[in-house]
């Protein structure tokens, strides 16, 4: 948790609150399950699907897209 934000155990002792640190934990939690269910294929509500023309199309040419 400290080297995604580069602060230190110490840094994190003497200047966050408990409230702070307990504000991160919980959007850190929900951050690692939104990635844990993009990874499985499982989609949030939230979520978009794009299809591959859709983005290639916006990736200005910077994705190459390959049908099989």
């Known amino acids: 948790m400290m080297?995604?934000?580069h602060v230190?155990?110490?840094?994190?002792?003497n200047n966050w609150t408990d409230e702070q640190l307990e504000l991160y934990v919980e959007k850190?939690?929900?951050?690692?399950e939104r990635e844990s269910n993009a990874v499985k294929g499982n989609q949030t509500p939230n979520s978009h699907s794009?299809?591959?023309?859709?983005l290639a199309a916006r990736s200005?040419?910077?994705?190459?897209?390959?049908?099989?």
Do not use: F, H, N
Not at 60 to 68: A, D, N
């Open 60 to 68: 200005r040419g910077m994705i190459e897209v390959i049908k099989q």
């Open 50 to 54: 794009v299809s591959p023309e859709t």
């Open 8 to 13: 230190t155990p110490d840094y994190i002792c």
């Open 3 to 5: 080297a995604e934000w």
């Open 28 to 32: 850190l939690i929900e951050r690692k």
